[in-house]
């Protein structure tokens, strides 16, 4: 039987209604909108994309977006300056820099001088340090979809064989890392796989939930899957043929229980998590 496509989309318009409520209670109960500045260096055209996405969400659940274009011969210093800028701008919760960067930016040094406080996308070592002690301040937005997803669905993930293929900062590492922490979405025996893993297609068989952020279109084939496995695709891939996952979704859609598409997978979830991660923020700057 073919697998059931997780409607990635669906969720999030439903996280997104949940959130508008309570939006709407913050900013009765505190007088404050929530906020989030929106910063783009340079022309990159699925940034773009992504940017304009973001701040449509933002819109629908009632978060005041503030967008910050930059040129892409901008330096790191300018950069910098607008971040310590948005900092100590108390009427800015949380503060996004859309990657990739231009490559005379160190990206690093930009994503470690945002505040942590308004950190909306997990990415400075100290969040990801709480993250990684089991006592976040914020989820990175992509793994939080993902086990958004998988707890929503319903999908077991408790003392199941997690595989996770690619082991980047932003999916794989911290992916990896939360779905072996305790608790929903997490007590899985998780294995991450990259570049060197030997017999890489040995390994992911082995999954009874496999998540793929690799980069690559089309990369995990059928063969590569354990019949009834979860397979979810964080893959955004623009190709001759449009845009596809790092899964070749008609292949593996035959020996998959539970298949997520691209688009309308983990994209739309990835978006929702930092509109939750800016609700956040807001509410602990007004604990504060
Ligand atoms: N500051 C950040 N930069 C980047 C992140 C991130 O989490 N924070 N992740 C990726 C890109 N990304 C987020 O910005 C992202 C990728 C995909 C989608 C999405 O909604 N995809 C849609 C298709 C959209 C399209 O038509 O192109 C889908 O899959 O259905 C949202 C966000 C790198 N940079």
Redesign the pocket.
């Known amino acids: 039987m073919p697998a059931n496509i997780l409607d ?2 669906a969720l999030a318009k439903t996280i997104r209604e949940e959130l508008a409520v309570e939006v709407v209670e913050f900013i009765q109960q505190h007088e404050v909108v929530p906020s989030l500045a929106a910063v783009l260096v340079g022309e990159d055209p ?2 773009e ?3 304009r ?2 701040r449509r969400d933002c819109e629908q659940v009632g978060i005041h977006s503030v967008m910050h274009r930059l040129p892409e011969t901008t330096t790191q210093d300018e950069l910098l300056k607008l971040i310590g800028e948005l900092n100590t701008n108390a009427s800015i919760h949380g503060i ?5 960067l231009p490559g005379q930016i160190n990206e690093q040094a930009i994503l470690d001088a945002v505040s942590p406080d308004k950190d909306v ?1 997990s ?1 400075h070592p100290t969040n990801v340090g709480l993250m990684v002690q089991g006592r976040p301040r914020f989820l ?3 793994p939080s979809g993902v086990q958004q997803l998988l707890i929503r669905e319903g999908i077991e993930t408790s003392g199941k064989n997690v595989v996770v293929v690619g082991r980047s900062e ?2 794989g590492k911290p992916l990896s890392v939360m779905m072996g922490l305790r608790g929903p979405g997490g007590d899985a025996t998780v294995t991450i796989c990259h570049s060197r893993t030997k017999d890489l297609p040995a390994v992911t068989r082995e999954a009874d939930i496999l998540i793929v952020a690799i980069g690559k279109a089309n990369f995990v084939t059928a063969d590569m899957v354990k019949p009834g496995a979860v397979v979810i695709d964080v893959g ?1 891939n ?1 190709t001759d043929d449009g ?1 596809v996952g790092d899964v070749d979704f008609d292949a593996v859609k035959e020996i998959a229980s539970q298949l997520t598409p ?7 979830l ?2 929702v998590m ?1 509109l939750v991660n800016t609700l956040t923020a807001a509410r602990q700057a007004q604990a504060k």
């Not at 691209?262 to 739309?268: L, Y």
């Open positions: 990635g989309k699925a940034s994309v992504y940017v996405m973001k996004l820099v859309q990657l990739p996308d990415f990175p937005c992509t932003i999916v955004v623009r845009l691209v688009p309308g997978g983990v994209g739309p990835t978006r930092l």
